[in-house]
């Protein structure tokens, strides 16, 4: 599909991969769905652009089912959504309320910030991740203007905090989230402030919180951290 807009009144089933090549819109404008039951690929070939996606099902419901989701540009999506698995190379947003059912496990993944601006509901008994920044640039979080409703399933959150070693509250409502901060470089020395493993080695960062690698890090120069006049202690978490 080489962009525009596909507008119908009814509902629009793609059962076949799909592949954007220029930023495109897929909206149902009365009662409808919009489905996608294969992968939805934004990424053109040809130029190795990531392409804008928008889906906008003003009375049914999106559905991405299987490997749909492909690789985003950015998302935007109004109405109620149902996906297992979404993947952006900027940012996703979430205009309406997000519902997950089922057993499967649910990633929803942004190279941005994961934005839903309703609540996400939770009634699976699948985990549900969202990961922001997925490739480690130090930019990307999740908000949420409304809140996370999680009954019986888990949900867990990968971000950049405000500030590093400190967790955002990011939401508000009934449910639990695991929350992780990313560590996103090795960083200096002595650095206490940076999204690193020094500001965690040097005590910048509390050690009682949750942290996960964003990318590989070449740890190697930690070997001549924390001198203790008589030898390096290296890396001290």
């Known amino acids: 599909i080489?962009?525009?807009?596909?507008?119908?009144?009814?509902?629009?089933?793609?059962?076949?991969?799909?592949?954007?090549?220029?930023?495109?819109?897929?909206?149902?404008?009365?009662?409808?769905?919009?489905?996608?039951?294969?992968?939805?690929?934004?990424?053109?070939?040809?130029?190795?652009?990531?392409?804008?996606?928008?889906?906008?099902?003003?009375?049914?419901?999106i559905t991405l089912t299987g490997s749909a989701g492909g690789n985003f540009g950015s998302v935007t999506a109004f109405g109620s959504i149902?996906?297992?698995?979404?993947?952006?190379?900027?940012?996703?947003?979430?205009?309406?309320?997000?519902?997950?059912?089922?057993?499967?496990?649910?990633?929803?993944?942004?190279?941005?910030?994961?934005?839903?601006?309703?609540?996400?509901?939770?009634?699976?008994?699948?985990?549900?991740?969202?990961?922001?920044?997925?490739?480690?640039?130090?930019?990307?979080?999740?908000?949420?203007?409304?809140?996370?409703?999680?009954?019986?399933?888990?949900?867990d959150i990968y971000y950049n905090p405000n500030t590093f070693g400190v967790q955002d509250t990011i939401y508000s409502g009934s449910g639990a989230a695991t929350k992780y901060m990313w560590i996103v470089m090795l960083g200096g020395a002595s650095d206490t402030t940076t999204r690193s493993l020094a500001s965690l080695s040097n005590g910048g960062a509390s050690g009682s919180e949750n942290y996960a690698l964003a990318k590989d890090i070449d740890a190697a120069a930690t070997v001549g951290w924390n001198f203790n006049s008589q030898y390096f202690n290296g890396f001290i978490p």
């Open 2 to 61: 080489n962009g525009g807009s596909i507008i119908t009144t009814g509902s629009q089933t793609y059962g076949d991969s799909v592949t954007i090549n220029a930023d495109t819109t897929f909206r149902s404008t009365t009662v409808g769905d919009i489905t996608f039951t294969a992968a939805v690929n934004t990424l053109n070939s040809a130029s190795s652009t990531f392409r804008n996606l928008t889906l906008y099902a003003e009375n049914g419901v």
């Open 82 to 155: 149902n996906a297992k698995t979404a993947t952006a190379a900027k940012n996703i947003s979430f205009n309406n309320g997000l519902s997950l059912t089922g057993t499967a496990d649910n990633f929803i993944s942004a190279g941005g910030t994961i934005a839903f601006i309703n609540n996400l509901n939770q009634s699976s008994t699948g985990k549900i991740y969202l990961i922001a920044d997925n490739t480690g640039t130090g930019t990307g979080t999740v908000t949420f203007t409304g809140g996370i409703i999680i009954s019986p399933g888990a949900i």
